[in-house]
């Protein structure tokens, strides 16, 4: 039997250590993202565990954590605040705004990988990648210093005097014990954050330190305590709220944009995985298991969630590469709840800052500042773009903006290749062999290059060197041959496509005089359909 499991789980132990040491760092960020969403804590710790567990099981990249995030909360804050205000004091219509918006939001997502629109993942450039990265690392930086507070009459204020001291002896004894452990011979079968966790738990309770701690944490914010029973069915989320187009119209913008936030998180974090474990995951199946996950956990109670880039992290880090990793941390997390709550709400919180403060320094691509003389600068420009607007707004909104910002660098670069050698046949026709993609952006440098007044009666224009790309460069040619057929001037046109020659064959018959067929003509596809052209164009004649 042991030999059974062993061959299909090669990596059991590791996976089992890593995946209770992710179940730790779970807790405290479950938590704190209901208290930003306006929730209660169990509705955070549900979504951790039902979105880490089914991911776990049906996801498309082993090794990844999934659970309630922080980049979901942001938004989920508002649509909450603006439910309950649509109901009676005391109602919380909010939360179940918030359910039904999850599950309109895993539909979408399930859609996303059914469409296969996980594959658009590979058009993020690595600039924006790294930019994601630090971004992301500084973000987690920056949610830790909220634990260097405490609560006071009801108001959050920055700890001081020995309390400080406190805390950041712990929290550097933590980080200590990470760095030291992986030197010692027999503790590298062990993952380090876990050993951290129980050690310097160990030390704040002998010495019973007075400091914050899970249980604390929670009280502080307004919960009551880590305990809770298993995820029911909340059924009573179709009768508190109506179901009609006015619900629709509210809910549609929050589950699109929780859908694409969530989705692009989980896409990033998937690729970095990817790279950090030499393995290859599967887009469109990880779009349909977060998918499917959200809608559970919507009808269950929790508030949704995607992956977890720090806790993917921890998890890689202290050996977890299978799927039983994901699924022991979230059944370690539903132990919690269940059994362990009064033990787990003794570990001090400083032991998961210290951890997570350990996941930055490893999330961090240090080397984007060796690298700031050797890239060219608009990639600078983009890196530093997403990190900020990661930091600033949420990942959503500096993802796209790096790929917008990126597409557009590319476009200009690639429109300034355009070439066009010229020469004269012995018989006095005039060569124009163009060189560099022919798209939207190049038109115009395109069109710079012909003199239609002083060219000679007989013009040729060869594209062999050139690729014209889409319907703007198709367009272009049309037009250009329009031209010098207006001033009495026959023009021919060499190796297009066969696909940009259906196109003009089908705009006028013409054009069968004016294309030379050769053997050698490319290959390639313009993005434009032939089905989809337009008829205004197809009535065009010279």
Not at 397 to 418: C, D, M, Q, T, Y
Not at 516 to 534: G, K, T
């Amino acid at each position: 039997m042991t030999e059974f499991i062993s061959k299909r789980l090669p990596n059991v132990k590791n996976d089992i250590l890593s995946g209770i040491t992710v179940a730790l760092a779970l807790v405290p960020e479950a938590v704190a993202f209901a208290f930003v969403a306006g929730v209660d804590p169990l509705v955070g710790l549900y979504a951790a565990f039902m979105v880490g567990l089914i991911t776990s099981i049906f996801g498309g990249r082993p090794g990844m954590i999934s659970g309630a995030t922080g980049a979901l909360a942001v938004v989920m804050v508002t649509l909450v605040a603006r439910g309950n205000a649509m109901g009676e004091t005391g109602e919380n219509l909010g939360l179940y705004y918030l359910f039904a918006t999850v599950i309109l939001m895993g539909v979408i997502q399930v859609l996303a990988g059914i469409l296969k629109l996980g594959k658009f993942v590979r058009l993020i450039p690595h600039p924006v990648m790294m930019g994601f990265v630090n971004g992301l690392a500084i973000v987690i930086f920056l949610s830790q210093l909220g634990m260097f507070k405490e609560n006071v009459n009801g108001e959050k204020v920055w700890l001081t005097g020995n309390d400080l001291f406190l805390m950041l002896g712990l929290v550097a004894l933590t980080m200590i014990i990470m760095l030291g452990l992986p030197k010692l011979k027999y503790t590298k079968k062990f993952p380090e954050a876990l050993i951290a966790i129980i050690v310097v738990s160990a030390v704040a309770i002998f010495f019973n330190f007075d400091v914050a701690t899970v249980g604390s944490f929670i009280r502080d914010g307004g919960g009551e305590g880590l305990k809770g029973g298993l995820p029911t069915l909340h059924l009573e989320t179709f009768s508190k709220i109506p179901f009609n187009w006015t619900t629709i119209k509210f809910i549609l913008p929050y589950a699109v944009i929780l859908a694409a936030i969530g989705l692009i998180e989980s896409l990033m974090t998937l690729n970095l995985i990817d790279d950090l474990t030499e393995t290859r995951g599967n887009a469109n199946k990880e779009c349909v298991a977060q998918g499917g996950a959200n809608i559970v956990t919507g009808l269950f109670g929790g508030m949704g969630g995607c992956a977890m880039i720090g806790q993917s992290i921890i998890n890689i880090k202290s050996g977890g590469r299978g799927r039983l990793s994901g699924i022991v941390a979230a059944l370690t997390l539903l132990s919690f709840v269940l059994f362990a709550s009064g033990l787990i709400e003794q570990v001090p919180i400083a032991a998961l800052v210290g951890v997570m403060f350990m996941v930055v320094i490893g999330t961090f691509a240090w080397s984007s500042f060796r690298i700031i003389n050797k890239i060219p600068k608009m990639d600078l420009f983009v890196l530093i773009l997403v990190s900020a607007l990661t930091v600033l707004f949420d990942l959503a909104i500096a993802v796209l903006a790096g790929v917008v910002v990126s597409a557009l660098v590319f476009s200009w670069e690639n429109a300034k290749r355009i070439r066009a050698r010229k020469r004269l046949k012995d018989d006095g026709t005039k060569v124009y062999e163009i060189w560099g993609p022919l798209f939207f952006g190049s038109i115009s440098a395109f069109n710079e290059k012909f003199d239609i007044k002083t060219d000679p009666d007989k013009v040729e224009i060869d594209f062999v060197e050139s690729k014209v790309s889409d319907h703007s460069a198709f367009e272009a040619i049309l037009n250009l041959v329009k031209k010098y057929e207006k001033v009495n001037k026959t023009v021919h046109l060499k190796h297009l496509s066969s696909d940009c020659k259906e196109l003009l064959y089908k705009a006028d018959p013409k054009f069968h005089e004016i294309i030379i067929d050769d053997i050698d003509d490319p290959r390639y596809h313009l993005a434009a359909n032939p089905e989809d052209f337009p008829e205004s164009l197809s009535e065009y004649h010279l």
